[in-house]
């Protein structure tokens, strides 16, 4: 049975067109800087940011590493959101690996950061005081697109305070394509941003930070003392390129049936949605009756799900209309079937 798979934008296969271009790729050893497939994506990614340059990564989670490594020494501080990836599913690697003090702030409800409390957490000059150095935001969030005039507020509270901006855009273009602006005006205020090509771009690896020459030249160490020096890797910078190439302006497909989806678990009895979203690719469902039950009963209908109430559902590049369709049925059969037998 062909599954739908709704756990993540990750689960993408390539398309045979990736393929083909990922068989075609001309390739070289990129640690000695001889693959040009690799220095063709970091400049493409680059120029489409409106930074100087691009260091093409392993993954979404050693790109913001890199970046802290690059940003912070022993002993700096970053500023994040608890609820951001960047801060809880990236191992800790800025204090296991660098030394690096995270100070979490819960997120909004809108995906921001409250920047008069992150005022509060800058700590003075004062050897009690690790150093903070850098304020960490990621858009979208949860779903949620950041709007841009806080982006410039953002922008303004760093130089204010002396701090540098990095975005953690695994789902930048998602972002861009929701807001309807270009993505270098959303990575315009950030010093550095981090993109993910194997989520909904629908590459099978492969991520990009962009920068400055002189902080993406730092980088490219770090990248290497992480393990992230690779070799013969313009054949995942080819699916990449292929991705940049084509699967952008189809996010808003993937947008479009994200909301078809909210539309219709709406309509179900005991099923609602998170307000004011999808925004983007996700969508936020919450249920009466018991998560893993219902996540078993839509695997059994060939429906894959995360359990968890609210229960993220995300759209992507090998889920159509007609899926959206079937995902409804199935769920308007199980929820109202398991919340009845409920005490
Ligand atoms: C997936 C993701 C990452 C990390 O990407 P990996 O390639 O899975 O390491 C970072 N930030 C956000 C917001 C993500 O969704």
């Known amino acids: 049975m062909e599954m739908i ?30 693959d040009p497939t690799v220095q063709q994506l970091e400049e493409i990614g680059a120029a489409m940011l409106g930074k100087e340059a691009a260091l093409f990564v392993a993954s979404g989670t050693q790109s913001n590493l890199v970046a802290l490594l690059t940003h912070c020494g022993r002993g700096d501080e970053y500023i994040v959101g608890q609820q951001a990836h960047t801060y809880l599913y990236e191992g800790g690697g800025g204090a ?5 003090q995270p100070q979490p702030l819960n997120l909004e409800p809108d995906g921001t950061l409250d920047l008069g409390l992150v005022a509060g957490l800058i700590k003075p000059d004062d050897i009690h005081f690790a150093r903070t150095r850098l304020l960490c935001l990621e858009n979208t969030t949860l779903g949620r697109v950041l709007p841009l005039e806080y982006l410039a507020k953002a922008r303004r509270f760093a130089d204010t305070h002396g701090l540098r901006l990095h975005l953690d855009g695994a789902r930048i273009f998602n972002a861009a394509v929701a807001a309807e602006c270009g993505v ?7 010093d550095t941003i981090s993109v993910c090509l194997s989520k909904g771009l629908g590459a099978p690896v492969g991520s990009f930070l ?19 020096g690779m070799r013969q890797s313009g054949i995942l910078a080819a699916a990449g390129i292929h991705a940049l190439e084509n699967h952008i302006d189809r996010l808003e497909e993937d947008h479009a049936n994200a909301r078809a989806l909210a539309a219709g678990l709406n309509t179900i009895e005991g099923m609602g949605t998170d307000p004011g979203i999808p925004q983007s690719n996700m969508v936020f469902a919450r249920f009466s009756g018991d998560a ?30 007609d899926d959206i369709a079937q995902v409804i049925a199935a769920f308007s059969r199980i929820v109202p079937d398991l919340s009845r037998f409920r005490s």
């Open 5 to 34: 798979d709704l756990r993540s934008d990750t689960v993408t296969r390539p398309t045979p067109a990736m393929r083909e271009a990922m068989a075609g790729a001309e390739v070289g050893d990129d640690v000695f800087r001889d």
């Open 96 to 100: 296991a690996l660098g030394g690096i």
């Open 184 to 190: 270098a005006e959303i990575a315009a205020p950030f």
């Open 210 to 228: 962009a920068g400055s020459v002189d902080f993406i030249k730092e980088a490219r160490r770090w990248r290497k003392v992480v393990g992230g």
């Open 292 to 321: 893993a039950a219902v996540a078993a009963r839509l695997a059994a209908e060939g429906i894959l799900v995360l359990p968890g109430n609210p229960m993220r559902l995300v759209t992507h590049l090998d889920v159509s209309a």
